[in-house]
């Protein structure tokens, strides 16, 4: 199954208005600074266009083509979706290159009663979803590719020509100057000065297209989903009921991410109730978990607020996002970790568990940027702090009071509290960083000043050269 | 000095058992305590000293900073939650009290704590075997808390860069009240007392002159 138009196929299904004006298509995919052609559509090939042009000459070749940037990403996911849905005909699909799949239907043919029938019905489905599809059937691998690629319609394969062996393009070029054009012509043509001048890999590419050497498909695992569900005869309704049954769900659902050694990050909990209707419980953990018997307390709080209405009847717990959790040694004394992560979970789903943070050092000289607050569930502490003075315990918005000059001011009022200065320690010059823009360090340098009032407070004060005027920025403890 | 009545006995009017410091300071356990006045945020890092988890409300606009927390222990020890209001930092304390993983819970209250709040913020301690703390402003507490303290940072007039404080205990369930002149021992990491301050009649703010 080779699918030549797989990216622009895939954009055109998602955008069914521009396919019926039928106008050309392309995708772009910018490599070595240049955009270029990455694929095109039916009627953009018609009209002269050729993968990897540049995309300037393409619109001018060709002003009204329609384009959009190509996701390679989102290609290679969709033919996985492809090969999972190829299993219908045989259970032996892998993957050939990026944008083919190959099937080993030897023994499954019947079932569809008959190669030809197979075929069309493959090439009849493709069609519907608006997928262009060409097949190749043969006996090898190879052979099946060659067909797919080359076929036109009842020729045998020593008529196509050699590039339909999987060669690359130097090769191919060199045999055709040699004038060996069909695979037939180098069948015919004596082995040995073939290996010495192109090497093993022509003979093994002819070989395997013939069946002389074996080569298997190999088919994908299919990936582990990680969800239980579980119908009931007769609709349930009570908390405990559901939180029993979320007991009998997560135990096999643990059970197999303890097998694969993953962890859930985030689990959801679908109750489906008897007039279709379905209500979701989502529980989002701060470290990745599979222990059921930590898990469940932490449900309570979202079934507690299901509306049952006439009844649940089909319970279904699946983890939506999955982490790597290798399985680790127990028994020694630190268990502290689990616990906290556990009442990080907790609080986040009452919260938020972007909302239950921690401080992270950060480089920056300015007080309000000299450290981080990262979410804890996201973050991972770290104590490389350096102070090399005193710094306030407190930090608020600058709130300005009377004074003049530079030196700090002997009296001054705050927050209606009159306050003499007792001790005075400074200044200590901090500059505004340049290279970030930040409206409130604008102004210029500042000149900061640890003030001792004979009333206790002891202040952060600092002063503008530039911008005269004197505010309080900070308390020390 | 459990019991000093020569200080005490200065005074005619107010005879004062005095309590030892070390009696009260480092919180007792298991229970929930409340402090105010201007070094309250002070106290509160001083009295949990380790990992703690603190707990203000989102829309308050001045910030803790780690630097400040520096002298008195590593704030990697720290979570800092932000609840949107006081009843979901109520729930959040309550939790975190009663799960036990952090030894120390501050809370900064906003609004008066009725008896009912306080009481199951005693009783989730008491599940937990966690401590906890209320910053309060002066007459918001709740009758539950085990001490209610005043701390207020107070002049030294011998030496700049000082750390003195008058921490005053106003209210004690299990004992009788006393004040003390304190400052942190950077070094040691501990609080180290200056000297009890003398109780005489009509002294009941702290008076540096």
């Known amino acids: 199954m080779w699918f030549p138009r797989l990216a622009s196929d895939r954009v055109l299904r998602a955008r069914p208005l521009i396919d019926p004006v039928g106008g050309p298509f392309a995708l772009t995919l910018k490599s070595n600074n240049t955009e270029r052609i990455y694929c095109l559509n039916e009627t953009a090939e018609g009209l002269g266009l050729t993968r990897s042009m540049s995309f300037a000459d393409a619109r001018a070749f060709c002003p009204d083509l329609i384009s959009q940037p190509a996701r390679p990403d989102l290609d290679a996911r969709f033919l996985a979706t492809l090969r999972r849905w190829a299993t219908r005909y045989c259970p032996w699909v892998g993957f050939e290159g990026d944008d083919g799949l190959v099937l080993d239907v030897t023994g499954s043919t019947h079932l569809w009663g008959g190669e030809a029938e197979m075929l069309s019905d493959m090439q009849s489905r493709a069609m519907r979803a608006g997928l262009t599809l060409r097949l190749g059937c043969a006996a090898t691998r190879g052979a099946a590719w060659a067909f797919a690629h080359y076929g036109t319609g009842e020729e045998a394969l020593t008529d196509l020509p050699v590039a339909a062996l999987r060669l690359d393009e130097a090769m191919v070029t060199a045999l055709q100057r040699l004038g060996l054009r069909s695979i037939g012509d180098l069948t015919e043509a004596p082995r040995a000065p073939l290996a010495r001048r192109f090497g093993p890999d022509l003979l093994l590419r002819l070989d395997q297209a013939m069946g002389h050497i074996p080569e298997p498909v190999t088919p994908e695992s299919e990936?582990?989903?990680?969800?239980?569900?579980?119908?009931?005869?007769?609709?349930?309704?009570?908390?405990?009921?559901?939180?029993?049954?979320t007991v009998r769900l997560l135990a096999p659902l643990c059970d197999k991410l303890n097998r694969h050694e993953m962890g859930a990050r985030r689990l959801t909990l679908t109750l489906r109730r008897v007039d279709q209707g379905s209500q979701q419980v989502e529980l989002r953990l701060a470290a990745p978990m599979r222990d059921p018997h930590r898990i469940l307390p932490l449900f309570e709080r979202?079934?507690?607020?299901?509306?049952?209405?006439?009844?649940?009847?089909?319970?279904?717990?699946?983890?939506?996002?999955?982490?790597p959790l290798p399985v680790q040694q127990i028994g020694s004394v630190q268990t502290s970790p689990d616990q906290l992560n556990d009442l990080i979970t907790r609080?986040?789903?009452?919260?938020?568990?972007?909302?239950?943070?921690?401080?992270?050092?950060?480089?920056?000289?300015?007080?309000?940027?000299?450290?981080?607050?990262?979410?804890?569930?996201?973050?991972?502490?770290d104590s490389a702090w350096s102070c090399p003075r005193p710094r306030p315990l407190r930090l608020f918005p600058p709130e300005p009071i009377a004074g003049h000059g530079a030196e700090p001011p002997a009296r001054f009022r705050w927050?209606?509290?009159?306050?003499?200065?007792?001790?005075?320690?400074?200044?200590?010059?901090?500059?505004?960083?340049?290279?970030l823009p930040d409206e409130t360090?604008?102004?210029?340098?500042?000149?900061?000043?640890?003030?001792?009032?004979?009333?206790?407070?002891?202040?952060?004060?600092?002063?503008?050269?530039?911008?005269p005027g004197w505010f309080v920025q900070g308390e020390f403890a | 000095m459990n019991t000093d009545i020569a200080r005490t006995s200065r005074s005619p009017y107010v005879l004062t058992m005095r309590v030892d410091f070390h009696t009260v300071f480092p919180l007792r356990h298991v229970r929930v305590h409340e402090v105010y006045g201007a070094g309250s945020m002070g106290f509160a890092a001083m009295a949990a000293a380790g990992a703690c988890l603190?707990?203000?409300?989102?829309?308050?606009?001045?910030?803790?900073?780690?630097?400040?927390?520096?002298?008195?222990?590593?704030?990697?020890?720290?979570?800092?939650?932000?609840?949107?209001?006081?009843?979901?930092?109520?729930?959040?304390?309550?939790?975190?009290?009663?799960?036990?993983?952090?030894?120390?819970?501050i809370l900064e209250i906003t609004r008066p704590l009725n008896l009912r709040e306080g009481r199951r913020l005693q009783l989730a301690a008491k599940t937990g075997g966690t401590?906890?703390?209320?910053i309060i402003t002066e007459g918001m507490g709740s009758n539950a808390a085990e001490t209610r303290w005043h701390a207020a940072p107070i002049f030294d007039r011998q030496s700049s860069d000082s750390t003195l404080m008058r921490w005053e205990i106003k209210k004690n369930k299990s004992g009788t009240i006393g004040a003390w002149n304190v400052r942190w021992d950077q070094k040691t990491r501990r609080v180290h007392v200056v000297s009890p301050v003398g109780e005489r009649p009509g002294s009941a703010r702290a008076s540096p002159d």
């Open chain 1, 347 to 381: 609080i986040g789903t009452r919260i938020g568990l972007e909302n239950i943070q921690r401080f992270l050092p950060a480089d920056s000289h300015i007080p309000e940027r000299s450290f981080a607050i990262a979410p804890a569930a996201f973050s991972q502490p």
């Open chain 1, 441 to 467: 360090w604008r102004s210029g340098v500042r000149d900061y000043w640890r003030i001792e009032t004979r009333e206790g407070r002891r202040l952060w004060l600092y002063h503008m050269p530039q911008n």
């Open chain 1, 415 to 435: 927050r209606r509290m009159s306050l003499t200065t007792g001790h005075a320690i400074g200044p200590e010059r901090i500059a505004p960083e340049w290279w």
């Open chain 1, 302 to 323: 979202g079934v507690g607020e299901v509306d049952a209405g006439f009844g649940i009847d089909l319970i279904r717990l699946e983890a939506t996002q999955i982490e």
């Open chain 2, 54 to 105: 603190w707990i203000r409300e989102s829309w308050l606009s001045d910030t803790l900073t780690p630097q400040g927390l520096l002298p008195v222990f590593d704030p990697a020890l720290l979570l800092l939650a932000r609840p949107k209001d006081q009843t979901d930092a109520l729930a959040v304390a309550e939790e975190a009290l009663k799960d036990g993983a952090l030894p120390f819970v």
């Open chain 1, 223 to 245: 990936p582990p989903s990680f969800a239980t569900r579980m119908s009931l005869p007769e609709p349930i309704g009570l908390t405990e009921d559901v939180m029993g049954l």
């Open chain 2, 131 to 134: 401590t906890g703390l209320c």
